[in-house]
């Protein structure tokens, strides 16, 4: 069968999917979440997968599993133990809403993950590109799964030169996708486009000559592989300025903090903070006052122990790291707590406090 995209060369759909979906099965990584089709085990790898490469995807997914094997241990898990498995991977929000959407699963599907694009779309935290790799892959189902890899494969292969920063661009390549998915093997040939986009057609410097679909490349004929995808760059990021501090009491335990229940980085731990405004001369007089005013709390600051730079995808966190003691018998709460090194281990801190109570506990070998 032969289709010509709108923006197009013609391209030969039988011949396309046969070299693509043999060379996946050739050279196909071996990963976890590859051993069978379970649809829960697909849905927590893709959550996963998003934002996170497959490297350091593997011992996460592993832990998980093993931690929460069934859609009902999930579904009846604390959530501090499912923010600490997911300790380390960033978008925390997408943890809370997969546990949320197995809940909706166990009672509204008897714990079976629905097969159909309506039921599955309507889970939270579902979208798009999830809905269609969960039914692709676990069911056969030939759905259409675009996420960034698919979208700059495609725009190479069929020459699509809009902009895969817009939203209004990702029907045209679902569009794409249903025009040369194979019917016979929707799986094998989701997950080739994807594994395609990792492992060869990269963004920069594509191995074209390692390419199984090379001879349907309408960009690699024209000469313009390293073009495409057109992809407009993002609005610049906004940097906060912070001072965060280990503090702790005179028996030892260090002062920690739940973040607020909605929100980035909610119901995890973090060390006090403050944002800096530098309305001081004195940058440490500036952060005791607003310990002090926004905090409530009174505390001996000593040193600076480290800097710490952490990028989000709309903000950067500039935070200078002290460590000192707590002046004044403090009153622990639901929000505040006192811990010890030890009892740290039962609490899920966000990667930049992971990395400020490593230099505290640096700082106490020196």
């Not at 790291?321 to 709460?333: A, L, M, P, R, W």
């Amino acid at each position: 069968m032969i289709i010509e995209h709108e923006n197009s060369e013609k391209i030969n759909i039988n011949a396309f999917q046969n070299d693509l979906i043999s060379w996946f099965k050739r050279e196909q990584r071996d990963l976890p979440w590859r051993k069978d089709q379970d649809p829960y085990k697909v849905w927590v790898s893709e959550i996963m997968l998003q934002q996170t490469r497959v490297d350091t995807v593997i011992p996460y997914f592993n832990r998980f599993i093993n931690l929460f094997p069934t859609i009902d241990d999930l579904a009846d898990a604390d959530e501090d133990k499912v923010l600490k498995a997911w300790e380390g991977l960033g978008y925390y929000s997408r943890v809370r809403n997969l546990q949320s959407a197995v809940k909706e699963v166990r009672e509204k599907y008897n714990g079976e993950v629905p097969n159909t694009p309506k039921q599955i779309a309507e889970l939270k935290g579902v979208g798009p590109y999830t809905a269609g790799a969960i039914l692709s892959i676990a069911y056969g189902i030939p759905e259409p799964a675009v996420d960034g890899n698919v979208m700059r494969v495609l725009s190479r292969i069929l020459s699509i030169w809009d902009d895969i920063a817009k939203p209004s661009s990702r029907k045209i390549f679902e569009k794409a996708v249903r025009d040369l998915i194979s019917h016979d093997d929707p799986s094998s040939f989701n997950q080739a486009l994807m594994e395609l986009g990792a492992l060869i057609c990269t963004p920069t410097s594509p191995s074209c000559l390692l390419c199984p679909v090379r001879e349907h490349c309408k960009a690699f004929f024209d000469g313009v592989q390293e073009e495409l995808p057109v992809k407009t760059k993002k609005t610049k990021t906004r940097d906060v300025q912070l001072a965060a501090a280990v503090l702790r009491n005179q028996d030892g335990k260090i002062l920690i903090h739940k973040r607020p229940a909605k929100g980035l980085l909610a119901n995890l731990w973090e060390f006090p903070n403050v944002e800096l405004h530098h309305s001081l001369q004195n940058e440490r007089e500036e952060v005791v006052q607003l310990f002090n005013q926004e905090l409530q709390l009174e505390a001996n600051f000593e040193k600076i122990i480290g800097q710490i730079e952490h990028v989000f995808s709309h903000l950067i966190w500039n935070i200078k790291v002290y460590k000192g003691t707590i002046s004044t018998d403090f009153q622990e709460n639901e929000e505040w707590k006192l811990v010890s090194i030890k009892e740290m281990e039962q609490y899920a801190f966000p990667v930049s406090y992971q990395k400020m109570f490593q230099m505290y506990l640096e700082s106490l070998e020196e």
